[in-house]
Protein backbone atom coordinates (compact mmCIF):
# COMPACT_ATOMS: atom_id res chain seq x y z
CA UNK A 1 0.00 0.00 0.00
CA UNK A 2 1.95 3.09 -1.02
CA UNK A 3 -0.25 5.33 -0.11
CA UNK A 4 -1.45 6.10 3.17
CA UNK A 5 -4.45 8.00 2.09
CA UNK A 6 -6.19 10.73 4.55
CA UNK A 7 -9.40 12.04 2.50
CA UNK A 8 -10.84 15.12 3.55
CA UNK A 9 -12.08 16.93 0.82
CA UNK A 10 -14.36 13.93 -0.01
CA UNK A 11 -15.88 14.39 3.35
CA UNK A 12 -17.89 17.72 2.10
CA UNK A 13 -21.14 18.15 0.58
CA UNK A 14 -21.40 16.17 -2.53
CA UNK A 15 -22.05 19.45 -4.49
CA UNK A 16 -18.53 20.23 -3.70
CA UNK A 17 -17.45 17.45 -6.18
CA UNK A 18 -18.38 14.05 -8.38
CA UNK A 19 -17.27 10.86 -7.51
CA UNK A 20 -15.40 9.35 -11.16
CA UNK A 21 -13.01 6.41 -11.72
CA UNK A 22 -9.79 7.28 -14.04
CA UNK A 23 -10.44 5.50 -17.01
CA UNK A 24 -7.91 2.82 -18.18
CA UNK A 25 -4.64 3.59 -20.45
CA UNK A 26 -3.98 0.84 -23.11
CA UNK A 27 -0.37 0.25 -22.29
CA UNK A 28 1.45 2.05 -19.06
CA UNK A 29 5.19 2.95 -19.31
CA UNK A 30 7.01 4.36 -16.82
CA UNK A 31 8.95 8.10 -18.10
CA UNK A 32 9.52 9.25 -14.36
CA UNK A 33 8.99 8.79 -10.81
CA UNK A 34 9.98 11.45 -8.07
CA UNK A 35 11.43 9.32 -5.50
CA UNK A 36 12.79 12.06 -3.62
CA UNK A 37 9.42 13.48 -3.48
CA UNK A 38 7.14 10.46 -2.02
CA UNK A 39 9.17 9.99 -0.06
CA UNK A 40 9.55 13.12 1.72
CA UNK A 41 5.34 12.77 1.57
CA UNK A 42 5.58 9.81 2.97
CA UNK A 43 4.83 7.46 0.20
CA UNK A 44 6.50 4.10 -0.05
CA UNK A 45 8.39 4.77 -3.35
CA UNK A 46 9.82 1.40 -2.84
CA UNK A 47 6.48 -0.36 -3.38
CA UNK A 48 5.39 2.68 -5.67
CA UNK A 49 7.92 1.76 -8.19
CA UNK A 50 6.84 -1.50 -9.70
CA UNK A 51 3.96 -2.58 -12.25
CA UNK A 52 1.11 -2.10 -9.22
CA UNK A 53 2.30 1.61 -9.01
CA UNK A 54 2.57 2.15 -12.57
CA UNK A 55 -1.05 1.18 -13.01
CA UNK A 56 -2.10 3.35 -9.64
CA UNK A 57 -0.61 6.56 -11.83
CA UNK A 58 -2.01 5.84 -15.06
CA UNK A 59 -5.30 5.24 -13.85
CA UNK A 60 -5.39 1.29 -14.46
CA UNK A 61 -6.33 0.79 -10.90
CA UNK A 62 -7.23 2.25 -7.84
CA UNK A 63 -4.28 2.17 -4.98
CA UNK A 64 -6.47 1.25 -1.44
CA UNK A 65 -7.53 4.31 0.04
CA UNK A 66 -8.35 6.56 -2.91
CA UNK A 67 -11.56 8.07 -2.99
CA UNK A 68 -10.95 9.89 -6.64
CA UNK A 69 -12.88 12.78 -7.03
CA UNK A 70 -13.10 15.63 -10.46
CA UNK A 71 -13.81 19.01 -8.04
CA UNK A 72 -16.26 21.54 -9.01
CA UNK A 73 -15.11 24.88 -9.98
CA UNK A 74 -16.03 28.27 -11.84
CA UNK A 75 -13.65 30.99 -12.88
CA UNK A 76 -12.98 34.39 -14.84
CA UNK A 77 -10.88 32.90 -17.84
CA UNK A 78 -9.22 36.16 -19.84
CA UNK A 79 -11.63 38.19 -18.04
CA UNK A 80 -15.09 36.14 -18.64
CA UNK A 81 -17.07 34.24 -16.33
CA UNK A 82 -17.28 30.89 -16.69
CA UNK A 83 -19.71 29.52 -13.96
CA UNK A 84 -18.86 25.53 -14.07
CA UNK A 85 -15.35 24.70 -15.21
CA UNK A 86 -14.62 21.33 -12.75
CA UNK A 87 -11.73 19.41 -12.90
CA UNK A 88 -12.17 18.49 -17.13
CA UNK A 89 -9.25 16.25 -17.07
CA UNK A 90 -8.05 15.76 -13.76
CA UNK A 91 -8.84 13.55 -10.99
CA UNK A 92 -7.80 13.63 -7.08
CA UNK A 93 -7.32 10.21 -5.53
CA UNK A 94 -6.98 11.62 -2.23
CA UNK A 95 -4.83 13.34 0.23
CA UNK A 96 -1.53 12.81 2.13
CA UNK A 97 -0.28 13.95 5.10
CA UNK A 98 3.66 14.26 5.26
CA UNK A 99 6.29 14.46 8.53
CA UNK A 100 5.56 18.03 9.25
CA UNK A 101 1.96 17.62 9.27
CA UNK A 102 1.28 19.34 5.83
CA UNK A 103 -1.66 17.89 3.64
CA UNK A 104 -1.07 17.29 0.04
CA UNK A 105 -3.35 16.36 -2.79
CA UNK A 106 -2.36 13.34 -5.26
CA UNK A 107 -4.31 14.24 -8.70
CA UNK A 108 -3.93 12.40 -11.92
CA UNK A 109 -3.71 14.91 -14.56
CA UNK A 110 -5.23 13.77 -17.95
CA UNK A 111 -6.94 10.11 -16.52
CA UNK A 112 -10.25 10.31 -18.67
CA UNK A 113 -13.47 11.67 -18.80
CA UNK A 114 -15.04 13.62 -15.58
CA UNK A 115 -18.77 15.03 -15.42
CA UNK A 116 -16.82 18.46 -15.95
CA UNK A 117 -15.45 17.38 -18.96
CA UNK A 118 -17.72 19.31 -21.17
CA UNK A 119 -16.43 18.57 -25.14
CA UNK A 120 -12.89 17.62 -23.75
CA UNK A 121 -11.34 14.17 -23.85
CA UNK A 122 -10.13 14.83 -20.44
CA UNK A 123 -6.55 13.72 -21.51
CA UNK A 124 -3.29 14.91 -21.75
CA UNK A 125 -0.80 15.09 -24.26
CA UNK A 126 2.34 13.87 -23.74
CA UNK A 127 4.10 17.73 -24.47
CA UNK A 128 2.00 19.36 -21.56
CA UNK A 129 2.99 16.62 -19.24
CA UNK A 130 6.79 17.21 -19.68
CA UNK A 131 6.37 20.69 -19.63
CA UNK A 132 4.65 20.45 -16.28
CA UNK A 133 6.89 18.00 -14.70
CA UNK A 134 9.66 20.19 -16.15
CA UNK A 135 8.59 23.68 -14.79
CA UNK A 136 7.08 22.87 -11.58
CA UNK A 137 10.23 20.77 -10.67
CA UNK A 138 12.55 23.84 -11.61
CA UNK A 139 10.47 26.42 -9.74
CA UNK A 140 10.34 23.81 -6.79
CA UNK A 141 14.40 23.61 -6.98
CA UNK A 142 14.37 28.17 -7.27
CA UNK A 143 12.46 27.90 -3.96
CA UNK A 144 8.90 28.83 -5.61
CA UNK A 145 6.03 27.82 -3.95
CA UNK A 146 4.48 25.37 -6.76
CA UNK A 147 2.43 22.30 -7.29
CA UNK A 148 5.13 19.30 -7.79
CA UNK A 149 5.38 16.52 -9.69
CA UNK A 150 5.16 12.83 -8.84
CA UNK A 151 5.30 11.23 -11.73
CA UNK A 152 5.08 10.83 -15.75
CA UNK A 153 3.60 8.03 -17.55
CA UNK A 154 3.11 7.24 -21.18
CA UNK A 155 -0.06 5.73 -22.04
CA UNK A 156 0.09 3.52 -25.37
CA UNK A 157 -3.13 5.59 -26.22
CA UNK A 158 -2.76 8.95 -28.89
CA UNK A 159 -5.43 12.03 -28.45
CA UNK A 160 -5.81 14.39 -30.92
CA UNK A 161 -5.14 17.76 -30.66
CA UNK A 162 -3.61 20.21 -33.09
CA UNK A 163 -2.15 16.83 -34.67
CA UNK A 164 -2.00 13.23 -33.48
CA UNK A 165 0.19 13.42 -30.44
CA UNK A 166 0.94 10.69 -27.63
CA UNK A 167 -0.78 10.68 -24.49
CA UNK A 168 0.23 11.01 -21.22
CA UNK A 169 -0.73 11.20 -17.34
CA UNK A 170 1.30 13.58 -14.96
CA UNK A 171 0.60 12.88 -11.00
CA UNK A 172 0.39 16.42 -9.27
CA UNK A 173 0.99 17.03 -6.07
CA UNK A 174 -0.34 20.14 -4.71
CA UNK A 175 -0.58 21.58 -1.07
CA UNK A 176 -4.55 21.80 -2.40
CA UNK A 177 -6.78 22.08 -5.40
CA UNK A 178 -8.56 24.99 -4.10
CA UNK A 179 -8.47 28.11 -6.48
CA UNK A 180 -9.94 31.32 -6.70
CA UNK A 181 -12.58 29.87 -8.91
CA UNK A 182 -13.67 27.03 -6.12
CA UNK A 183 -15.07 29.89 -4.13
CA UNK A 184 -16.54 31.77 -6.93
CA UNK A 185 -18.40 28.52 -7.78
CA UNK A 186 -20.09 27.87 -4.90
CA UNK A 187 -20.96 32.42 -4.61
CA UNK A 188 -21.98 32.60 -8.11
CA UNK A 189 -24.62 29.74 -6.91
CA UNK A 190 -25.88 31.68 -4.16
CA UNK A 191 -25.00 28.80 -2.04
CA UNK A 192 -24.06 30.67 0.94
CA UNK A 193 -23.77 27.63 3.30
CA UNK A 194 -21.58 25.86 0.97
CA UNK A 195 -19.22 28.81 0.50
CA UNK A 196 -19.13 29.11 3.87
CA UNK A 197 -17.81 25.50 4.57
CA UNK A 198 -15.41 26.43 1.63
CA UNK A 199 -13.57 29.25 3.91
CA UNK A 200 -13.80 27.15 7.08
CA UNK A 201 -11.79 24.62 4.61
CA UNK A 202 -9.68 26.77 3.22
CA UNK A 203 -8.80 28.48 6.24
CA UNK A 204 -8.36 25.53 8.32
CA UNK A 205 -5.72 23.76 5.91
CA UNK A 206 -3.71 26.88 4.21
CA UNK A 207 -4.41 29.21 7.73
CA UNK A 208 -4.33 27.82 10.35
CA UNK A 209 -2.58 30.50 12.35
CA UNK A 210 -6.26 32.67 11.62
CA UNK A 211 -8.56 29.89 12.60
CA UNK A 212 -9.18 31.59 15.67
CA UNK A 213 -9.78 35.24 13.66
CA UNK A 214 -13.26 36.90 13.51
CA UNK A 215 -14.18 36.50 10.32
CA UNK A 216 -12.53 33.96 8.49
CA UNK A 217 -13.39 35.36 5.23
CA UNK A 218 -11.77 38.59 5.62
CA UNK A 219 -8.90 36.21 7.19
CA UNK A 220 -8.85 34.10 3.71
CA UNK A 221 -8.66 36.98 1.87
CA UNK A 222 -5.71 38.75 3.62
CA UNK A 223 -3.87 35.71 3.33
CA UNK A 224 -4.81 34.84 -0.12
CA UNK A 225 -3.95 38.56 -0.58
CA UNK A 226 -0.69 38.53 0.71
CA UNK A 227 0.96 34.97 -0.67
CA UNK A 228 -0.36 35.83 -4.25
CA UNK A 229 2.19 39.42 -3.91
CA UNK A 230 4.65 37.38 -3.00
CA UNK A 231 4.15 35.03 -5.34
CA UNK A 232 4.30 36.95 -8.46
CA UNK A 233 7.17 38.78 -6.96
CA UNK A 234 8.86 35.80 -7.07
CA UNK A 235 7.95 35.22 -10.59
CA UNK A 236 8.80 38.34 -12.00
CA UNK A 237 12.20 37.75 -10.55
CA UNK A 238 12.86 34.64 -12.54
CA UNK A 239 11.42 36.31 -15.90
CA UNK A 240 8.25 33.86 -15.36
CA UNK A 241 5.08 34.35 -17.73
CA UNK A 242 2.92 31.95 -16.40
CA UNK A 243 0.59 32.41 -19.38
CA UNK A 244 -3.27 31.71 -18.10
CA UNK A 245 -3.70 33.66 -15.13
CA UNK A 246 -7.32 32.54 -14.84
CA UNK A 247 -8.93 32.62 -11.66
CA UNK A 248 -9.75 28.63 -11.91
CA UNK A 249 -5.79 28.61 -12.21
CA UNK A 250 -4.82 30.99 -9.17
CA UNK A 251 -4.44 28.93 -6.10
CA UNK A 252 -5.72 30.17 -2.84
CA UNK A 253 -2.61 28.07 -1.09
CA UNK A 254 -0.34 30.79 -3.08
CA UNK A 255 1.17 28.14 -4.99
CA UNK A 256 1.69 28.62 -8.93
CA UNK A 257 -0.55 26.09 -10.39
CA UNK A 258 -1.52 24.87 -14.07
CA UNK A 259 1.89 25.13 -16.00
CA UNK A 260 0.06 25.07 -19.65
CA UNK A 261 1.58 27.88 -22.03
CA UNK A 262 3.74 29.02 -19.47
CA UNK A 263 7.83 30.11 -20.43
CA UNK A 264 10.77 31.62 -18.77
CA UNK A 265 12.09 34.44 -20.97
CA UNK A 266 14.94 34.62 -23.00
CA UNK A 267 15.63 38.07 -24.11
CA UNK A 268 14.19 40.99 -21.54
CA UNK A 269 11.04 42.74 -22.61
CA UNK A 270 8.06 43.79 -20.11
CA UNK A 271 5.58 42.92 -22.66
CA UNK A 272 6.52 39.75 -23.70
CA UNK A 273 4.18 36.97 -23.38
CA UNK A 274 4.21 33.21 -25.33
CA UNK A 275 0.80 31.76 -25.02
CA UNK A 276 -0.57 31.65 -27.97
CA UNK A 277 -4.20 31.86 -27.33
CA UNK A 278 -3.37 35.00 -25.30
CA UNK A 279 -3.58 37.27 -28.95
CA UNK A 280 -4.09 40.61 -26.18
CA UNK A 281 -1.55 40.37 -24.26
CA UNK A 282 -3.64 39.95 -21.12
CA UNK A 283 -0.89 37.82 -19.51
CA UNK A 284 2.13 39.41 -20.34
CA UNK A 285 5.00 39.37 -18.18
CA UNK A 286 4.56 42.98 -16.53
CA UNK A 287 0.82 42.69 -16.63
CA UNK A 288 1.15 39.87 -14.02
CA UNK A 289 0.89 42.22 -10.58
CA UNK A 290 -1.82 43.96 -11.81
CA UNK A 291 -3.81 40.99 -13.02
CA UNK A 292 -3.67 39.46 -10.08
CA UNK A 293 -4.62 42.15 -8.42
CA UNK A 294 -7.73 41.34 -10.62
CA UNK A 295 -8.30 38.18 -9.56
CA UNK A 296 -8.19 39.03 -6.00
CA UNK A 297 -10.66 41.18 -6.42
CA UNK A 298 -12.79 38.76 -8.10
CA UNK A 299 -12.32 36.51 -4.93
CA UNK A 300 -13.15 39.59 -2.85
CA UNK A 301 -16.56 40.05 -4.51
CA UNK A 302 -17.21 36.12 -4.40
CA UNK A 303 -16.68 36.42 -0.50
CA UNK A 304 -18.89 38.96 -0.15
CA UNK A 305 -21.68 37.37 1.85
CA UNK A 306 -19.14 36.36 4.26
CA UNK A 307 -17.31 39.61 4.70
CA UNK A 308 -19.74 41.44 6.83
CA UNK A 309 -23.46 41.37 7.80
CA UNK A 310 -24.62 44.03 5.88
CA UNK A 311 -23.32 44.51 1.60
CA UNK A 312 -22.09 48.43 2.21
CA UNK A 313 -20.01 47.08 5.24
CA UNK A 314 -18.64 43.67 3.33
CA UNK A 315 -17.40 46.06 0.20
CA UNK A 316 -16.05 48.44 2.76
CA UNK A 317 -14.13 45.73 3.72
CA UNK A 318 -13.81 44.30 0.97
CA UNK A 319 -11.80 47.41 -0.63
CA UNK A 320 -9.57 47.73 2.53
CA UNK A 321 -7.73 44.41 2.29
CA UNK A 322 -7.45 45.02 -1.32
CA UNK A 323 -6.01 48.16 -1.22
CA UNK A 324 -2.83 46.61 0.64
CA UNK A 325 -1.95 44.77 -2.31
CA UNK A 326 -0.11 47.25 -4.02
CA UNK A 327 2.10 47.80 -1.28
CA UNK A 328 2.10 44.52 -0.72
CA UNK A 329 3.71 43.37 -3.80
CA UNK A 330 6.28 46.80 -4.08
CA UNK A 331 7.50 45.22 -0.60
CA UNK A 332 7.87 41.92 -2.06
CA UNK A 333 8.91 43.02 -5.78
CA UNK A 334 11.84 44.88 -3.38
CA UNK A 335 12.74 42.21 -1.30
CA UNK A 336 13.38 39.59 -4.95
CA UNK A 337 14.98 42.86 -6.79
CA UNK A 338 17.12 43.99 -4.54
CA UNK A 339 18.45 40.69 -3.65
CA UNK A 340 18.84 40.08 -7.49
CA UNK A 341 21.21 43.32 -7.10
CA UNK A 342 23.07 42.21 -3.88
CA UNK A 343 21.41 44.96 -2.15
CA UNK A 344 19.96 44.61 1.58
CA UNK A 345 17.02 46.67 0.47
CA UNK A 346 15.23 49.36 -1.76
CA UNK A 347 15.60 51.87 0.47
CA UNK A 348 14.02 54.58 -1.53
CA UNK A 349 12.61 55.96 -5.23
CA UNK A 350 16.58 56.19 -6.26
CA UNK A 351 16.90 52.61 -5.38
CA UNK A 352 13.84 51.40 -7.34
CA UNK A 353 14.57 53.91 -10.47
CA UNK A 354 18.49 52.00 -10.39
CA UNK A 355 16.48 48.18 -10.89
CA UNK A 356 13.84 50.21 -13.51
CA UNK A 357 16.99 51.64 -15.17
CA UNK A 358 18.72 48.40 -15.61
CA UNK A 359 15.62 46.78 -16.98
CA UNK A 360 15.53 49.72 -19.43
CA UNK A 361 18.47 49.04 -20.78
CA UNK A 362 17.88 45.08 -21.26
CA UNK A 363 14.47 46.24 -23.15
CA UNK A 364 16.53 48.25 -25.64
CA UNK A 365 19.12 46.23 -25.54
CA UNK A 366 17.52 42.80 -26.05
CA UNK A 367 19.54 40.88 -23.81
CA UNK A 368 18.75 37.69 -21.93
CA UNK A 369 16.95 38.01 -18.72
CA UNK A 370 18.74 35.10 -16.64
CA UNK A 371 22.32 35.63 -18.29
CA UNK A 372 21.98 39.14 -17.77
CA UNK A 373 21.71 39.05 -13.89
CA UNK A 374 24.57 36.03 -13.64
CA UNK A 375 26.74 37.75 -15.31
CA UNK A 376 26.42 41.17 -13.26
CA UNK A 377 26.92 38.70 -10.07
CA UNK A 378 29.96 37.36 -11.58
CA UNK A 379 31.43 41.33 -11.64
CA UNK A 380 31.53 41.89 -8.04
CA UNK A 381 34.62 39.63 -7.54
CA UNK A 382 36.90 39.05 -10.16
CA UNK A 383 36.78 40.12 -13.66
CA UNK A 384 33.53 39.68 -14.94
CA UNK A 385 32.84 42.86 -16.02
CA UNK A 386 33.58 42.39 -19.46
CA UNK A 387 31.64 39.60 -19.68
CA UNK A 388 28.71 41.45 -18.34
CA UNK A 389 29.20 44.35 -20.42
CA UNK A 390 29.52 42.14 -23.46
CA UNK A 391 26.25 41.13 -23.63
CA UNK A 392 24.80 44.51 -24.56
CA UNK A 393 25.86 46.13 -27.72
CA UNK A 394 25.79 49.67 -26.95
CA UNK A 395 27.79 49.07 -23.61
CA UNK A 396 28.34 52.72 -22.85
CA UNK A 397 24.99 53.81 -20.79
CA UNK A 398 25.35 49.93 -18.81
CA UNK A 399 29.49 51.15 -17.87
CA UNK A 400 27.64 54.83 -16.35
CA UNK A 401 24.80 52.44 -14.99
CA UNK A 402 27.53 49.87 -13.18
CA UNK A 403 29.01 53.08 -11.66
CA UNK A 404 25.70 53.68 -10.16
CA UNK A 405 25.35 50.20 -9.18
CA UNK A 406 28.82 49.74 -7.55
CA UNK A 407 28.94 52.96 -5.63
CA UNK A 408 25.10 52.14 -4.15
CA UNK A 409 26.31 48.47 -3.20
CA UNK A 410 29.63 49.83 -1.12
CA UNK A 411 27.14 52.09 0.88
CA UNK A 412 25.17 48.76 2.14
CA UNK A 413 28.30 48.33 3.59
CA UNK A 414 29.55 44.16 4.27
CA UNK A 415 32.03 42.19 2.13
CA UNK A 416 32.03 41.62 -1.68
CA UNK A 417 32.08 37.82 -1.24
CA UNK A 418 28.90 38.22 1.02
CA UNK A 419 27.28 40.06 -1.26
CA UNK A 420 28.15 37.99 -4.57
CA UNK A 421 26.89 35.30 -2.76
CA UNK A 422 23.35 36.66 -1.71
CA UNK A 423 23.02 37.74 -5.39
CA UNK A 424 24.20 34.33 -6.47
CA UNK A 425 21.14 33.01 -4.83
CA UNK A 426 19.21 34.94 -6.18
CA UNK A 427 20.24 34.61 -9.81
CA UNK A 428 20.15 31.15 -11.08
CA UNK A 429 22.35 29.59 -13.93
CA UNK A 430 20.10 27.39 -14.73
CA UNK A 431 16.59 27.69 -15.80
CA UNK A 432 13.95 25.55 -18.10
CA UNK A 433 14.81 27.31 -20.97
CA UNK A 434 11.38 27.10 -23.76
CA UNK A 435 14.05 25.54 -26.69
CA UNK A 436 15.31 23.30 -24.08
CA UNK A 437 12.00 22.58 -23.39
CA UNK A 438 10.93 21.82 -26.77
CA UNK A 439 13.89 19.54 -27.68
CA UNK A 440 13.05 17.30 -24.44
CA UNK A 441 9.37 17.25 -25.88
CA UNK A 442 10.09 16.53 -29.61
CA UNK A 443 12.71 13.49 -28.67
CA UNK A 444 9.88 12.17 -25.85
CA UNK A 445 7.30 11.76 -28.85
CA UNK A 446 10.22 9.88 -30.49
CA UNK A 447 10.09 7.57 -26.67
CA UNK A 448 13.29 8.97 -26.01
CA UNK A 449 13.62 10.10 -22.46
CA UNK A 450 17.23 11.35 -21.98
CA UNK A 451 17.08 14.54 -23.15
CA UNK A 452 13.95 15.37 -20.77
CA UNK A 453 16.31 13.63 -17.42
CA UNK A 454 19.35 15.05 -18.58
CA UNK A 455 17.36 18.96 -18.37
CA UNK A 456 15.50 17.54 -14.80
CA UNK A 457 18.58 16.83 -13.79
CA UNK A 458 20.43 20.22 -14.70
CA UNK A 459 17.51 22.14 -12.93
CA UNK A 460 17.74 20.24 -9.75
CA UNK A 461 20.53 22.55 -9.07
CA UNK A 462 19.65 26.02 -10.81
CA UNK A 463 22.22 28.20 -8.76
CA UNK A 464 25.29 25.57 -8.84
CA UNK A 465 28.01 25.64 -11.30
CA UNK A 466 28.08 22.36 -13.78
CA UNK A 467 30.75 22.79 -16.06
CA UNK A 468 29.75 19.68 -17.80
CA UNK A 469 26.10 21.43 -18.50
CA UNK A 470 27.24 25.05 -19.69
CA UNK A 471 25.07 24.54 -22.68
CA UNK A 472 22.03 25.09 -20.69
CA UNK A 473 22.73 28.32 -19.57
CA UNK A 474 22.97 29.44 -22.85
CA UNK A 475 19.74 31.17 -24.28
CA UNK A 476 18.19 29.27 -27.90
CA UNK A 477 20.29 30.38 -30.48
CA UNK A 478 18.18 32.39 -33.51
CA UNK A 479 16.67 29.17 -35.14
CA UNK A 480 15.95 27.54 -31.69
CA UNK A 481 13.49 29.79 -30.56
CA UNK A 482 10.01 29.31 -29.03
CA UNK A 483 7.86 31.99 -30.05
CA UNK A 484 4.61 30.92 -28.84
CA UNK A 485 3.49 27.94 -26.43
CA UNK A 486 0.23 25.87 -26.90
CA UNK A 487 -2.41 25.37 -23.81
CA UNK A 488 -1.89 22.15 -22.19
CA UNK A 489 -5.41 21.21 -23.90
P1 LIG B 1 -6.89 24.94 -18.15
O1 LIG B 1 -6.81 25.83 -19.33
O2 LIG B 1 -5.98 23.79 -18.22
O3 LIG B 1 -6.79 25.67 -16.86
O4 LIG B 1 -8.36 24.29 -18.20
C1 LIG B 1 -9.54 25.04 -18.20
C2 LIG B 1 -10.73 24.14 -18.10
O5 LIG B 1 -10.83 23.28 -19.22
C3 LIG B 1 -10.74 23.22 -16.88
O6 LIG B 1 -12.06 23.09 -16.43
C4 LIG B 1 -10.21 21.93 -17.44
O7 LIG B 1 -10.62 20.82 -16.68
C5 LIG B 1 -10.85 21.91 -18.82
N1 LIG B 1 -10.08 21.09 -19.76
C6 LIG B 1 -8.89 21.39 -20.29
N2 LIG B 1 -8.46 20.42 -21.12
C7 LIG B 1 -9.39 19.45 -21.11
C8 LIG B 1 -9.53 18.18 -21.75
N3 LIG B 1 -8.60 17.69 -22.58
N4 LIG B 1 -10.65 17.46 -21.49
C9 LIG B 1 -11.60 17.94 -20.66
N5 LIG B 1 -11.53 19.12 -20.04
C10 LIG B 1 -10.45 19.88 -20.25
MG1 LIG C 1 -6.72 25.04 -14.98
Same mark, same amino acid.
Given at each position: ??? !??????????????????????????????????????????????????????????????????????????????????????????????????????????????????????????????????????????????????????????????????????????????????????????????????????????????????????????????????????????????????????? !??????????????????????????????????????????????????????????????????????????????????????????????????????????????????????????????????????????? !????????????????????????????????????????????????????????????????????????????????????????????????????
Amino acid at each position: MPF !SFDNTYARLPEAFFARVNPTPVREPRWIALNRDLADRLGIDSATLDSDEGLAYLAGNANPAGAEPIAMAYSGHQFGGFSPRLGDGRAILLGEVVDDAGVRHDIQLKGAGPTPFSRRGDGRSALGPVLREYLVSEAMAALGVPTTRALAAVWSGDTVFREAVEPGGVFTRVARSHLRIGTVEYFSSRGEIEHLASLVRYAVARHYPESADAPNLAVALLEGVVERQAALVARWLGLGFIHGVMNTDNM !SLSGETIDYGPCAFMDDYHPARKFSFIDEQGRYAYANQPAIAHWNLTRLAEALLPLLAEDEEEATDVAGEVLRRYPSLFQAAWGEVFSAKLGLNALRDRDDVKLVHELLDLMTEQETDFTLTFRRLTQTVVGDGEAGFL !SLFSDPEPVRRWLGLWQARAERDGGSTEARQERMRLANPIFIPRNHRIEAAIQAGRRGDFEPFHQLHRVLARPCEEQPEAVEYEQPPLPHEEVKVTFCGT
